[in-house]
């Protein structure tokens, strides 16, 4: 079985993130990186079915060269290769991503493309679905389950009410969720040895894509910052607050 | 020449960084406490790979470089590992294993480090004497030929792991009459007749870490337990020292980072005199000098290992000189910093104390400060 699978770098989701003071994006100096969460989630899923099942998963991302060491961290998982398309994260939109996974999954025509459900910095939620229409593969979603038997995918979904199960037909596309594993700590000597895996490293021309963005960013602001609580004498007055200041009642 | 981490380094940090703040330090202070070894964070540390980081890839290890156990060594220190089980971890992989790794032949290679590289078994060096310490090579414990074998006699003193170790590698005379040239290294097993360890000393620090005596009596070890050539004991002793000197301080260096980090917030957040005690001067220069005893110790430390990794043998000055430095110049800032917590520094809870403690074996273990001055003074040559 072969299984691509993204290996998405975000900024420390536990970081303190600021705004540049012209708005234009947020300030990166400083800033630590980690690999999306959503991503472990699929690796994790991806390495363990090719520990099951045999074949090889490969960790795709796109970025700067800075981002490889978060593609290593794939590589440590047990990933057996990985494939970095060069493009800076602010050049992108989740079309363009989706359109340089589709050049990928047509090169490598795996079985299964395995993704993070969303990526928790910008938190779009589309390249699994846009890759999947693109494609015109199967798509399966939010998987909070994945089973591999008689060239179908059975996944379960968590949805509203309830989980959900459905059977997608492979070669398709399918998005983890957080409850879909526990993603493992690499070891040490997996991490000294990633190393030495191979990383190849594509452009978006040499892949044919063409990088004309659809969405453009008009502007970054902070949250309003939340005004502190005031204590209110009467019942009366908490009313007539509700009713005109937070126009609640 | 370079002083930063490469991207791979800094990589490998932030990985043992949330290995151990996930799976080993919740258990420290616990065990600190109750002066206990924690076998669950030792099985840990065997699955994670790093007791076998350093042993090649051969016998099960991870075949690393110096430089990578030194990173490795200080990002479980920033962690908050305590300094007993980062200890018990060097006196393992770096007194014993490694001298098994570097003197051993093939059968006792293959025979002892894969065990020692998973921790499935335990390992300890015994030098030090109950009458020899900081001379080491006037070591008594005696091993007499006997008939396809060894037969030992005598006690050895302080021996990190000793009462849980399942192998020894311990540094015996051969020679009554040659010095230097009488020692010889030999490893035990656990279970041999005639050879016990005693009970767990109380210390200062390093609680979790398990010390004690190893005691021979008339035990009789087979001739392939030679460890390396016979009468060359004492240089085998001196490679581990190296060791000791080198990646065995680097925890140090992440705990000091540990201690920053502790300070910065406890003085960001205590309020005295109506603001935080971090606006006065007096407080931010204690934090100041944690910062420049870790930098100026930290290039000491990478120095070693940088030249241990460069094929440069015997950095005996360097080590000793790494070695001094971190046991005295950690004192003053240490200390500051159990101070700069208040009442509260005295207590467990912010696990300064703890760090205070621990630190307190680096002038003392594997040679005490008096001793380093003297190899420096001695190395420096004629001028002295
Ligand atoms: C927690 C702990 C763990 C240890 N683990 C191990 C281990 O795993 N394996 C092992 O072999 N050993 C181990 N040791 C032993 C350690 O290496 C020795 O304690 C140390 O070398 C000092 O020896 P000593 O205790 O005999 O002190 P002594 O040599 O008796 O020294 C007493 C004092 O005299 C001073 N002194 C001695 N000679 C001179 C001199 N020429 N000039 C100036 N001052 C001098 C010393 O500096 C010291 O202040 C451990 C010790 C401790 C406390």
Known sequence: ?249 | MEFGLTPDQSALREQVLRFARQEIVPRVREHDLASEFDFDSWRKLGEYGVLGLNIPEAYGGGGADVMTCVVVGEALGEAGVDGGLTLAYGAHSFLCADTIAAHGNEEQKALYLPRLATGEWIGCMGLTEPGAGSDAAALRLRAERVDGGWRLNGTKMFITNGPIADIAVIFARTDAEAAHAGISAFVVRKGTPGFSAGKNLHKLGVRTSLTSELVFDDCIIPEENLLGMEGMGFFVALQTLEWDRSALLAPAIGTTGFLIDRCCRYAGEREQFGRPIASFQAVRHKIADLKIFQEAARSLVYRIAWCKDQGQPMNHLEASVAKLFVGDASLQPTNDAVVLHGGYGYCAEYDVERVFRDLRIAAIGGGTSDIQKMIISRLMGEGV
Do not use: W
């Open chain 1, 1 to 249: 079985m072969k299984i691509l699978v993204t290996a998405k770098r975000v900024t420390d989701p536990d970081a303190k993130i600021r705004v540049k003071p012209d708005g234009t994006g947020i300030e990166t100096a400083g800033l630590e990186y980690k690999l999306n969460p959503f991503c472990e989630n699929a690796i994790e899923a991806a390495v363990s079915m090719v520990e099951k099942h045999g074949g090889e998963a490969i960790a795709v991302t796109i970025g700067t060269a800075d981002v490889e060491q978060n593609l290593r961290t794939a590589l440590a998982m047990g990933c057996e290769r990985a494939i970095r398309v060069e493009i800076a994260d602010d050049q992108l939109d989740s079309d363009l991503t989706a359109r340089i996974l589709v050049k990928l999954f047509e090169t490598e025509k795996p079985d299964l493309f395995l993704l993070g459900k969303q990526a928790v910095d910008g938190d779009s939620n589309q390249v699994a679905q846009l890759v999947a229409e693109m494609l015109d593969l199967p798509q399966a979603c939010f998987a909070s389950g994945i089973v591999i038997e008689n060239g179908e995918a059975v996944v379960t979904r968590e949805i509203d009410g309830g989980i959900e199960t459905i059977a997608v037909k492979l070669p398709a596309v399918v998005s983890a969720d957080l409850r879909l594993n526990t993603p493992r700590l690499p070891t040490l000597p997996n991490v000294l040895k990633a190393k030495r895996k191979p990383l190849q490293v594509l452009t978006p021309a040499a892949l044919g894509v063409d990088t004309a963005l659809k969405v453009a960013t008009v502007a970054y602001e902070a949250p309003p910052q939340r005004k502190g609580g005031i204590k209110v004498k009467t019942v009366q007055e908490l009313v007539e607050k509700l009713q005109n200041e937070a126009k609640a009642l």
